[in-house]
C-alpha cells in the first residue's frame, strides 16, 4: 500500500489504462486524516489471484456484460493486508462512505461488480453489509513460533520430514551451488538485469508471455524502496544462476518471483522456501507469505490460512447465484484446510 508501490506500478504502465488496470482511486477526507483506497476499473480477470472466470464465462453466455468491472487491490499481489490507508481510527462509517463512493463509481463507469481482494481482517468487519458477498481461499504461510535458528525451526518437524528437507538442501552444495541473500542496495544494477530477465523467462515457460511487470517497475522499486527489498542470489562456479526476490517489513516477509537459467534440482526449494525462512528467522520477522497456491508447501513448515475478499454484484439474480457458488466453496475451503493441517510435517503433541 506504499504510494512508492502503487505510483511504480503505474508510472511503468505495469498497471494502466494500457494493460487494463486503469487506476480511479478515492480519497477520503476525515478531519486532518487523508484516507486513500485503491481502485482500478478493469476489462479483463488477470493478475488478481481470486478467480472469477467462471462469472464472466456465465454472464457472457446469457448475453450479459461482466467487463468493466471495479477491483480494490494492489495489482499481480496476491497478500492480504489493509486496503485503505491514512485513516488511524478507521471506522465502519469511513468505510460504508466509501462503499457508497464505489458505488457512484460503478454507475458511473457501468461496472457490473466491485471486488475487494485480500483484505485484512479488520476490513472484513467494517465493511459487514448485507449488500457484498464474502468469499474465502486458501493459501500457505510460514509462521516463526519463536524460532532462534533454522535448526531449531527443523527440531519441530517429524524425522521423516526432518531428513527430506536436510537431503534437499545438502543438494544445493553437492551442485557446487552458494546462494546468498542481499537486501536494498547490495542488489546492484546487473543482478536487477539478470532478475528481469529470468522473470521474462519463469513467464514465458508457464504462459507464453512476458510476465506483469516491466522492467521499469522493478527499476523504480530498487529507487525507491530499497529498504524494504531482498534477492536471494544463487551462484555456480562463480556465475549467477537463478534469483528469488523478496518484500518485507517488520512483521512479513513476501516472497514473489523468482527464476534459473535452467534446471537445478531444489534449487527452488531453496531459494523460494528454505532462504526465506532464514532470513525470516535472522530479521525476527513472524510470517512468511510465500505467493498463491502450492501444496507441495505443506511438507515443508508451511500451513494453511484462509484468505477473503468481498464482492458486490449488480444483476440481483447473478448475485443471488453467485452467493449460492460461494457457500458450496465455503464448505470445500473448509474441509481442504482441516486436511492440509492433518498433513503438516511437525510432531504431534503428545
Known sequence: MRSEFLQALETSKSASQQSGWQPIHLALNDADQAGFMPLYLKDHSMGEYVFDHSW???????????FPKLVTAIPFTPSTGPR?????QLDQTHCMQLFDEVL???DETQASSWHMLFPQARELELF?????LQRSGVQYHWYNHG???????????????RKMVRKERAEISRQNISVDVLVGAEIDESI???????????????????????????????NSMPEQIAMAVASQDGRAIACALYFFDSETLYGRYWGSVAEFSYLHFELCYYRGIEFAIERGLQRYDAGAQGEHKLMRGFEPIETHSLHWIRHPQFRDAIAE???????????????????????KAQ
Open 56 to 66: 464472466a464465462n456465465a454472464y457472457h453466455e446469457n448475453g450479459l456484460e461482466y
Open 84 to 88: 485503505i490507508r491514512g485513516i488511524q
Open 104 to 106: 457512484s463509481v460503478a
Open 128 to 132: 459487514a453489509d448485507p449488500r457484498l
Open 147 to 161: 524460532y532462534n535458528s533454522f535448526d531449531d525451526f527443523l527440531a519441530r518437524m517429524n524425522s521423516r520430514k
Open 192 to 222: 536487477w538485469a539478470l532478475f528481469y530477465q529470468l522473470y521474462e523467462r519463469t513467464y514465458a515457460k508457464r504462459n507464453g508471455t512476458r510476465g506483469y511487470l516491466t522492467r521499469s517497475f522493478f527499476n523504480g522499486i530498487s
Open 325 to 347: 457458488f460461494l457457500g458450496r466453496e465455503q464448505r470445500a475451503i473448509a474441509d481442504h484446510i482441516q486436511q492440509a493441517e492433518a498433513l503438516l510435517p511437525f510432531k
